[in-house]
């Protein structure tokens, strides 16, 4: 994680000072703050108008490298929420959210089993594994959140119903400052089934703090769970077209194990190794990738649009040095596009993404 600098924290500590000295919101709707754009959308189906929303990380911004403003600090001071991914995603702010105000911190992927990342050697990985029986909806139980699970008849109010969720119902590492550091592959939100899991502890967290509107939070997460589990069926329908030959992946980062997971796809490598888009390559990483690339015939490479100029140069590089033709195609990645384009909610997000994976695939 990063260190915090002096100029950050002295905007705590003015941020602090004034927040004390000044006016208070005269508005009784719950203060909600969420880390990235992506979380900021899926609050917002949730929360709708009985909650005032602020977003952190805005659209076009990688969660990675994100470092806050005095005025974001401000936003968390305020908040009685504060949605965050979990997992360090957010790893130049998730210290100074701690630092400001621990209490309210909420991680929508709490629920979500870490995926750690894997030697994706081309031999590592045969079809067997990546059988598309044995990654269907049928075999996602709870803890995966299938469609089945979370299909409308499945999630009427009593199945979220205020009393279901009591304090004896989740420990301590839920809901205060202990919160988990585990590693493992933050980029949950690249399933919708995982998704439908932050929709379960974002209806909790708000109806804790506002029992009064708990049948509006819930009837809301309710209608969006079913938006969600309609989006996981077309990406089965639509991402069947790829030969299961072809259903192999090359990112910038990593960042598709769950996609990976529950699409049955092969993840043969990244351009930068681990989770974050601001590590770094070695050359030795790099020839190796230009094999796996060879040898299978990779026909796509996948770049997030927030991807830095270093790394879009390396993907064109290995493009060229490739025995075969391979594309370049974008993928959106850790932040939702500006509104009125395309990918600007998640769900248009998911719906490019895979619209771009079998343009790059399917060929």
């Avoid at 401000?74 to 959210?97: C, P, Q, T």
């Avoid at 029986?133 to 009427?156: G, K, Q, R």
């Avoid at 506002?210 to 996981?232: M, W």
């Amino acid at each position: 994680m990063k260190k915090i600098s002096l100029i950050t924290v002295f905007s705590v500590l003015m941020v602090s000072i004034l927040g004390a000295s000044g006016s208070q919101d005269t508005d009784q709707s719950l203060q909600v703050v969420a880390s990235t754009s992506i979380i900021t959308d899926v609050v917002s189906a949730v929360g709708g108008d009985r909650i005032v929303l602020k977003g952190l990380i805005s659209s076009g911004q990688d969660p990675h490298s994100y470092e806050p403003a005095p005025r974001d600090i401000a936003k968390v001071e305020d908040a009685d929420i504060v949605f965050v991914n979990g997992f360090d995603l957010e790893e130049g702010l998730l210290s100074i959210i701690e630092s400001v105000n621990p209490e309210n911190i909420v991680e929508v992927s709490r629920m979500v089993k870490a995926l750690e990342h894997n030697h994706h050697d081309a031999d590592d990985h045969d079809a067997d594994h990546h059988d598309a029986d044995h990654h269907d909806a049928d075999d996602h139980d709870a803890d995966h959140h299938d469609a089945d699970h979370h299909d409308a008849d499945d999630h009427d109010a009593d199945d979220h119903d205020a009393d279901d969720h009591d304090a004896d119902d989740h420990d301590a590492d839920h809901h205060d400052a202990d919160h988990h550091h585990e590693s493992g592959d933050p980029h949950t939100w690249m399933s919708p089934l995982n998704v439908i899991s932050w929709v379960e502890v974002i209806v909790e967290s708000l109806t804790d703090k506002d029992p009064a509107n708990a049948s509006y939070f819930r009837s809301n997460g309710e209608a969006y769970i079913i938006k969600l589990t309609d989006l996981h069926k077309k990406m089965q329908e639509t991402l069947s077209v790829i030969p299961e030959e072809k259903r192999v992946l090359v990112t910038d980062h990593n960042l598709f194990e769950y996609f990976a997971r529950d699409y049955n796809f092969k993840i043969v490598g990244s351009l930068i190794p681990g989770y974050s888009s601001s590590s770094e390559s070695s050359s030795r990483e790099t020839a190796r990738l230009l094999d796996h690339l060879n040898q299978e015939g990779i026909p796509a490479i996948f770049i997030g649009d927030s991807a830095g100029e270093g790394v879009k140069k390396l993907a064109l590089t290995l493009s060229k040095e490739s025995d075969h033709d391979i594309l370049v195609k974008e993928l959106l990645t850790g932040s939702l596009r500006n509104p009125g384009m395309e990918g600007d909610s998640y769900i248009s997000f998911m719906e490019y993404n895979m619209k771009q994976i079998v343009s790059g695939l399917n060929r």
